[in-house]
């Protein structure tokens, strides 16, 4: 077990410790891009520390501490508690040894972390990755102000992508797209998951073993999502590859498409990216 020192400067600290922090903090020692000793990690509970404490990472229940002495930040807390964990931070302490602010949290603008942390525009980051990160299945969409110094903003991307591509696929969008592509990649899992349990309620209603039909629709969520990225081919195209004339798969898609499953998809993405742009908008 590592103790927090405080005379160490700590190349990457976590304020928050939950779910997505700990798939990222364990991706990186997993693939030796960050020694467990070398993470720093603030939690006000016991039982989210005792994980990292597990692995050799030092932990603290001081957010300030974190900020004061990691190069690298991530902002890993729920975002309806940014604006109160931001008003108990000493913000004037910022600055060095920090390079890198990288929030995590929904929502939350970049114009709100410039706000409160008064950083250099190249040094404040909006990553959002999705929860098969903690599996090493995800993927991760990075902003930057858009008043930040290409120049300088450009070895920081780097780092970023580097760091996140420890835990999937990483792209670079506009923070004007951060919403809607959290709606799509960030609460994705959320829809597939209720649509390989609508799959398997599908498969016992017709007598299929319940454990048997979650593993056949998983499976055929998860083949078909490869398919997608493997073979680049229109989701159209490789639809009509299962679909024969006058087949049963035609008969489902018609029983689909009367039941309005496209339309009600759109709509839980236009739900979505509207509800993360409120989120942004609260400050309390």
Known sequence: MSKYDPHKVYEI??????NMAQAIGLALIKKGMCKAENLLVSAPSENNKKPWRDIGAAVTSDNDTVFCNSKIVFLAIKPQYFFKVASGLSVSTLGLPLNILISIM????????????KLKPSCLFKVMPNTPSIIGEGFSVISHPSDANLEEVSENLSTIKLL???IGGV??????LMNAAGAVSGSGPAYAFLIIEALADGGV???LPRDLAVRLAASAMSGGSRMVLQTGKHTGELKDMVTSAGGST??????LEKGGVRSAMMDAIEAATKRSKEMGEIKT
């Open 13 to 18: 600290g976590f304020i928050g410790a939950g």
């Open 171 to 176: 792209d670079i969008l506009p923070e004007s």
């Open 250 to 255: 035609i008969a489902a898609l018609h029983a």
């Open 164 to 166: 996140m591509g420890a």
């Open 106 to 117: 929904a929502g939350i603008p970049l114009g709100a972390l410039q706000e409160v942390f």
């Open 205 to 207: 209603k017709q007598g």
